[in-house]
């Protein structure tokens, strides 16, 4: 633990790359194998279920630093961050311990959560008086599920790449499912991924794992650019960006899987896509987006359309899947790759290839929950530009960008192909910001999250409320986000612990990808990705637009 706290504070102490890959591949080196095992699964993003309530933790830390409530709220608003907060007004540790960060998860805190609740304040109380300053730190952390720090899964893959001698390529795809939510990471786990390459991998054939998923890079030039930059639409395959949910389904040795580009298995919450890849042959893996379908048989030539991403997240959100559901909702995979095929790995070849192997597979079988991401032709740059003018009203957000010889890469890079994503400019509107909270990690001493609200009706409507519909906490520069919290800090009305309410005086322009109507939310209204275009520091709080100005944009 003691290691791992200090690991911790390192990377949390520096913004640099190569500092931080250092810091990494020491712990790495010097640590137990189950301790190491745990670590990479928090710093690759696995993140455990709250094992105690943080109501229970913050009255429990409170009495034990013999504060008011008025006070501790007054630190935790000061702070902004309820595990730092505990960790600095608790008194000081009475004893000291030597365990390793893999006991302490699984004798110490992993337990916790089937304690009793007469039994558990003593059992906190006797866990956190061994911990130093920085360790009740992460302890507070891992226990409330909040444990984040500024390093990136492609650091940890690297890390673990150099200590294993094995290429990051390799140790990415064995890193896939390893941060599944209810995963408990082993020794065994941990030297799995530091291993030198078996026989079985090069030659994969029972295994359900899927491949690190390629991710394409933004292009926003001007088109009168785009034949300097890209060359002609001819060295492109071009499809449109859908809106749904990215996933690999897997085929080998008669089973099926289905990996989001999250790491969550999701073949129980799509059993008719499971059923479609049973009638695939061993050995294929496809990538893709699966997406609600309407099937348009009542008119001549349509043979349907992908449905809003609002009629997705209602089969989410579901426990179980009713007959009704599945009729109601029925969604397919749009395929638009091959990654394996006949056993063998594809990935290596021209993106031309694998969409050539890809077609023949989708003709042959045929099946209406497998069909092909259709590619789009046109004879310049401006011809593209114009059909994705109609992106929106198909429900997608504009198009991708694929050069004919790339190879299917490993995340976000530049080495080995490009993929680019074509994505038309967001919807916005201009909305007044009336909450805020502090941000976390290297923004944790500012309010950078932001609640934004709408007017419920036109200037000459008598007694019209703000109403909130949106939160959002990037596009400001560090500039512009310290300026906004000098204004918070002096415009506040009300706290309530780290949110504040504050007096009506910024205007934003956000923009977002999407919008649904939603009965979950106030203004009735739902939208997906906002984030804040600009500060309109041009317009007054009354020029704000409002909810119809809002419900205008829903789709029709």
Aim: hydrophobic share 40%; no cysteine.
């Amino acid at each position: 633990m003691k290691a791992f706290a200090a690991l911790y504070r390192e990377l949390d102490a520096t913004t640099s790359s190569l500092a931080k890959q250092a810091a990494l591949r020491r712990y790495l080196q010097d640590a137990a194998p189950a301790d190491a095992a745990w670590a990479v699964y928090f710093l690759a993003g696995g993140k455990p279920r709250q094992l105690v309530a943080t109501k229970v933790l913050r009255q429990l830390a409170q009495d034990a630093a013999g504060l008011p409530e008025w006070l501790f709220d007054e630190s935790y608003d000061s702070v902004g961050d309820l595990a730092e907060t505990m960790a600095l007004l608790l008194p000081p540790p009475t004893g000291s311990h030597d365990i390793g960060l893999a006991t302490w998860i699984e004798q110490h805190l992993l337990p916790l959560r089937k304690t009793a609740p007469d039994d558990l304040p003593d059992l906190l109380r006797q866990q956190w008086s061994q911990l130093a300053l920085d360790e009740r730190l992460v302890y507070f952390k891992l226990i409330t599920g909040g444990f984040r720090v500024g390093v990136s899964r492609l650091q940890v893959t690297q890390a673990l790449a150099a200590v294993a001698g094995v290429d990051a390529k390799r140790v990415a795809q064995r890193l896939m499912g390893y941060t599944h939510i209810s995963g408990q990471p082993s020794a065994a786990d941990y030297a799995a991924l530091v291993a030198a390459e078996s026989h079985s991998e090069l030659n994969p054939q029972t295994s359900s794992q899927p491949y690190p998923f390629f991710l394409a890079h933004p292009f926003n030039q001007p088109l009168d650019q785009f034949d300097a930059l890209l060359g002609t639409p001819q060295n492109w395959i071009i499809e449109w960006k859908w809106d749904g949910i990215r996933a690999q389904l897997v085929k080998r040795a008669g089973q099926v899987w289905i990996w989001s580009r999250g790491e969550e298995l999701l073949t129980e919450r799509f059993p008719e896509l499971a059923a479609m890849g049973a009638a695939l042959p061993d050995g294929t893996v496809l990538d893709g987006e699966i997406v609600v379908w309407r099937s348009h048989a009542d008119l001549p030539g349509s043979e349907g359309s992908v449905q809003p991403f609002a009629d997705l997240q209602k089969r989410i959100g579901r426990k179980t899947l009713g007959a009704k559901l599945l009729r109601d909702i029925p969604v397919v995979l749009l395929a638009y790759d091959l990654l394996e095929w006949a056993q063998r790995d594809v990935r290596s070849l021209p993106q031309s290839q694998r969409r050539e192997l890809l077609d023949t597979l989708l003709a042959d079988l045929h099946h209406p929950a497998l069909l092909p991401s259709p590619v789009l032709e046109g004879e310049s740059w401006p011809d593209l530009a114009r059909q994705r003018e109609s992106a929106r009203s198909m429900g997608v957000e504009g198009m991708m960008l694929k050069q004919r010889e790339a190879p299917y890469g490993v995340g976000r890079t530049k080495e080995d192909g490009l993929w680019w994503k074509w994505k038309i400019d967001p919807l916005s509107i201009d909305a007044v910001l009336i909450y805020a909270q502090r941000g976390h990690g290297r923004r944790a001493s500012l309010y950078s999250d932001y609640t934004f609200a709408v007017w419920d009706g036109p200037p000459e409507q008598p007694d019209r409320k703000l109403v909130p519909f949106a939160k959002a906490y990037s596009g400001l520069t560090d500039a512009e986000m310290a300026r906004v919290d000098a204004v918070i800090r002096k415009t506040t009305i009300e706290s309530f612990g780290p949110v504040r309410s504050v007096k009506p005086t910024l205007v934003f322009e956000l923009g977002f990808e999407g919008i649904a109507r939603s009965p979950r939310h106030k203004s009735g209204i739902a939208v997906r990705f906002p984030r804040m275009l600009r500060w309109r520091e041009d317009k007054t709080v009354p020029d704000a637009d409002t909810l119809q100005t809002l419900s205008a944009l829903l789709p029709g």
